[in-house]
């Protein structure tokens, strides 16, 4: 049962009792493994436990439960991030960060359903840090970027989890024009028609940070984020 510390912060603490054989990067790396091969809901107590060929119970010594095992999880998956180097635009530094936020959600599918069920972890906060400082520039004095990068990090994580799916953009397109033909849309009809041809997923992850960004920077120059 977690105390309310920071799970990083509890296991740096001296415990007593024999050396630990396993440590929170062990675990973590168990973790990983099972969901890439079986997906989130393989991860629990037991299977851990014995993909380190330990007992289920022996893992309490180091976590408090499965929120401690998600949040072990999705932040080690930021373990081999190598950071761009900041530039000061605020556009080309966010949209390379989104880009690594991105490719990390791709090659890990199961990290969104981590977002609302953990603490962020060291790793972590160091992306979260990066983030706020490339979005610093394009704020107002005495506005924090800390919505702006929330909005940034939900559409990355909402839109891998998309593309992660079986249907790309074009396909979610071509099902929604065919579903035109049998319904009363005019609107959403007349959007579609003048939009051209559908845009890849590129391009759509592109033009939403682009979109955002407008947003969460328009109060400053009132002009998009160049």
């Given at each position: 049962m977690s105390d309310g510390r920071s799970l990083w912060r509890r296991s740096a603490d001296r415990r007593p009792g024999p050396k630990p054989t396993h440590t929170l990067e062990d675990i973590a790396a168990a973790c990983v493994?099972?969901?890439?091969a079986d997906g989130i809901g393989a991860v629990s107590m037991r299977r851990v436990a014995a993909e380190l060929n330990a007992a289920a119970p022996s893992l309490y010594r180091y976590v408090g439960g499965k929120d401690d095992l998600l949040a072990l999880m999705a932040d080690a998956v930021l373990s081999d991030v190598t950071y761009p180097r900041p530039t000061g635009d605020v556009r080309t530094d966010v949209h390379a960060l989104a880009e690594v936020s991105r490719a990390i959600h791709?090659?890990?599918?199961?990290?969104?359903?981590?977002?609302?069920?953990?603490?962020p972890g060291?790793?972590?906060?160091?992306?979260?840090?990066?983030?706020?400082?490339?979005?610093?520039?394009?704020?107002?004095?005495?506005?924090?970027?800390?919505?702006?990068?929330a909005m940034i990090s939900g559409?990355?994580?909402?839109?891998?989890?998309?593309?992660?799916?079986?249907?790309?953009t074009a396909a979610v397109g071509a099902h929604i024009a065919?579903?035109?033909?049998d319904g009363d849309l005019p609107h959403l009809a007349g959007a579609m028609s003048s939009t051209g041809p559908t845009p890849g997923d590129?391009?759509?992850?592109?033009?939403?940070?682009?979109?955002?960004?407008?947003?969460?920077?328009r109060a400053r120059t009132d002009q998009p984020p160049r």
């Open positions: 493994r099972i969901a890439d791709l090659r890990h599918p199961w990290l969104v359903a981590t977002a609302s069920t953990t603490q060291p790793r972590a906060l160091v992306f979260l840090d990066r983030l706020v400082g490339a979005l610093a520039p394009g704020m107002r004095e005495g506005d924090s970027p800390m919505l702006g990068a559409w990355v994580a909402m839109f891998a989890a998309r593309q992660s799916s079986t249907e790309s065919a579903m035109l033909a590129d391009d759509t992850f592109t033009a939403g940070i682009d979109a955002l960004l407008f947003g969460i920077v």
